[in-house]
């Protein structure tokens, strides 16, 4: 009996062996990606792990995967891709985010929350620093991209109730937009942004149909959310980064890049707080207000006045009787009083952290992203990966000029935006192996090409 019985525990355990580190590696990182947008309370329209770290299952769930990151890191992650991630400008915004907790009105419940921001941090740097190849971030994005966008089709098709947009007091406009495993469609659809993106950059390596497939689908689902402000990034962050790389002219990517920041902030911001184009703007188009964003933030502005160095502190502001006990101007657009956020990210870093956190966030969201994209080698692999990267930054950063999710915990719109970011830093320092059966290695520019 012995004799049969062993040579397949023997065979269980060489199967078990014939795993190489890279493929355990790869996997580690498509499991904590996954889990990281699917959260562990899908399907709840009330919140869910975006929300606040109140609830218990989020509190275990978000621990144990930030514990699994961490020691994926340590045992499978080459130290220097970890030391590359660490940069001075990154420390200091982590800086001003504890700081900001200390000036909360509830310290504990601000450091807590903020407790969940770095795991979400910990992990996106997990699932960036432990594939290995293109193949391994390909496996990463389309199991994820499968599951995700798969799951959000289910809750349409057979939970309806939960994934789309129902009767609501506050927000009526919204019936019958889907929103899938998110608690908004204000979530779903940037991500469905993001895995359309991905399925761009796996097209381009040559999983062309898990890339097609994954594209096709994100974008169904992102039309059905009626996110206009999506609807227009999209086509714009593909068109941004794809055609000067077609065309041979990949230094356009940055120039367009930050006049598409610049011109966004005066076209949004810069309407209310620079008098000669607020006078513009009452001239010739006093209806633009951007679904009444507008008188937010303005009074954001005016509070941000008062407190411009350090703000009024992590998760101490909209919500807080700071406003709720303000009384409502008749004339403005919103309630004040029922605002979760401000929607506009860069207002809401400098009301909760101050206008130094601000421009910190800038350095670290927008320039130095930048600058990475300009040091990514001209290899195959890496400037597909870094485009995709490119694609997510500049997405995420002109949206949060209409919406609010930086460093707001596990928010997934938020862990896009980190991916993307520090995506970049590891593809402009670190040539990544080709996996394609002919191993070129260089990416060629057309001939014609100047830049």
Known sequence: MSSTASPRRTDDTS?????????????????????????????????????GGGDILNQIGFSLLGGLAVFAMATLAAPRKLAALLSPWWLLMLGFLLLSALNAAEPPAAMRAIFFTLIGIVAVAAVLVLPRDGDGFSAVFAF???????????????????????????????????????????????????????????????????GIALFVFAMIFMANTGSKTTAGLVPLAIVLVIVPNVIGMRLLVPIVFAASIIGTALGTLGIVFIPFLNDLWHHYAPDLTYTGRTSLWAFSGEMISHRPLTGYGYDSFWGTPVVTEIDQVFDRDWDIRNIVHGHNGYM??????????LAAAVMVLIVQPLRDYLRIPLLKENVFLGDLFMMIVLF?????????????????????????????RIVSRFPLPSSFEARSGVYHRPAHAKG
């Open 396 to 424: 995420t950063t002109l949206n949060a000029f209409l919406e609010s999710f930086f460093f707001r915990r596990v928010d997934p719109v938020w862990l896009f935006c980190v991916l993307g970011v520090l995506g970049l």
């Open 15 to 51: 199967k078990i062996a014939s795993y190489s580190p890279s493929q355990v590696a790869t996997a580690a990182a498509t499991v904590i990606f996954t889990v990281l947008i699917l959260s562990f309370r899908p399907f709840q329209p009330a919140g869910g792990a975006a929300e």
């Open 348 to 357: 809401d870093v400098a009301v909760m952290m101050g206008l130094p956190a």
């Open 144 to 210: 994820s991209g499968a599951v995700i966008v798969g799951l959000c089709f289910v809750g349409v098709l057979f939970f309806p109730s939960l994934a789309v947009h129902g009767p609501n007091v506050f927000e009526p406009e919204h019936v019958g937009f889907w929103r899938g495993i998110f608690s908004h469609k204000n979530i779903a659809s940037p991500v469905m942004a993001c895995y359309s993106f991905a399925g761009i950059y796996l097209a381009r390596r040559g999983w062309l149909k898990s």
